[in-house]
C-alpha cells in the first residue's frame, strides 16, 4: 500500500535538498584590468571584508546555444554555472544559475562529451565579500590581472539601483578607470588570442 505521508515527506526532502543545490540569482557585476591588486586588498582589509581564501580554479567552458557555461573546478568553489550577461563594459546585469558540483563526480566527462570544450580558463582567485558585495582578484593564465565586483541579489529581494549603487560605488573606491573595464569574459578574451 503507497503510504502518501512518508513520500510526501520524502519529496519534501528532496526538494530541500535540490534547492540547496541549485541557486538562482541576480548580479549586477563588472571585471576590469587591473595593476593594483595591493591597493584594493588594502581597501578591502581597511572595510573588514571577509577574506574567503585564495583559489585556483580551472573554468572549462562549453559549447552552448545560449549565455555562457562553464564548470567551475577549485579548491574552494565547484559548480557548474550558466548565465546570461550583456557585453558591455560598465555595471550590467548577469543573471546566474549555479549548480553545487562535486569534483569527484563523472559531471565534466558527460558535459564534454554531449557539448564539447569551447576553451579553459585557469587563474588564482582571491575571494572576498562585504555584506551581499563579492570581490575577486584574479590572476588569469595567458591574460594577466583583474579585479571583479559582483553585488549579488541572492533571494531577488533587493532593488537593482541598489546593486548598480553597490558595484558603482566599490568603482569609484578602488579607482577603476573606465578604460580598464573589461565588456567580455576572461574566455572571450582567450577566444581573441587564439
Known amino acids: 500500500m503507497f503510504n502518501y505521508d512518508?513520500?510526501?515527506?520524502?519529496?519534501?526532502?528532496?526538494?530541500?535538498?535540490?534547492?540547496?543545490?541549485?541557486?538562482?540569482?541576480?548580479?549586477i557585476e563588472i571585471k576590469a584590468k587591473s595593476n593594483n591588486q595591493n591597493m584594493i586588498r588594502e581597501i578591502l582589509k581597511s572595510k573588514d571584508a571577509d577574506f574567503k581564501g585564495i583559489d585556483h580554479q580551472i573554468d572549462t567552458y562549453l559549447n552552448v546555444n545560449s549565455g555562457r557555461l562553464k564548470l567551475r573546478e577549485g579548491?574552494?568553489?565547484?559548480?557548474?554555472?550558466?548565465?546570461?550577461?550583456?557585453?558591455?563594459?560598465?555595471?550590467?546585469?548577469?543573471?546566474?544559475?549555479?549548480?553545487?558540483?562535486?569534483?569527484?563526480?563523472?559531471?565534466?566527462?558527460?558535459?564534454?562529451?554531449?557539448?564539447?570544450?569551447?576553451?579553459?580558463v585557469e587563474k588564482k582567485r582571491e575571494i572576498y565579500f562585504i555584506d551581499n558585495v563579492k570581490f575577486h582578484i584574479d590572476t588569469v593564465k595567458g591574460l594577466g590581472?583583474?579585479?571583479?565586483?559582483?553585488?549579488?541579489?541572492?533571494?531577488?529581494?533587493?532593488?537593482?539601483?541598489?546593486?548598480?549603487?553597490?558595484?558603482?560605488f566599490y568603482l569609484d573606491l578602488f579607482k577603476i578607470s573606465q578604460e580598464d573595464l573589461i565588456s567580455v569574459?576572461?574566455?572571450?578574451?582567450?577566444?581573441?588570442?587564439q
Open 6 to 27: 512518508v513520500n510526501l515527506t520524502k519529496l519534501e526532502a528532496y526538494r530541500g535538498r535540490f534547492n540547496q543545490i541549485i541557486m538562482t540569482h541576480l548580479n
Open 75 to 120: 579548491e574552494i568553489e565547484n559548480h557548474l554555472i550558466h548565465y546570461q550577461r550583456e557585453n558591455k563594459a560598465e555595471p550590467k546585469q548577469s543573471d546566474v544559475t549555479l549548480f553545487k558540483s562535486d569534483p569527484e563526480s563523472s559531471l565534466k566527462k558527460i558535459l564534454i562529451k554531449a557539448l564539447g570544450v569551447l576553451i579553459v
Open 145 to 168: 590581472t583583474f579585479v571583479e565586483i559582483e553585488a549579488i541579489d541572492n533571494e531577488r529581494n533587493i532593488d537593482i539601483n541598489k546593486l548598480q549603487e553597490q558595484c558603482q
Open 185 to 193: 569574459s576572461y574566455s572571450d578574451l582567450l577566444l581573441q588570442k
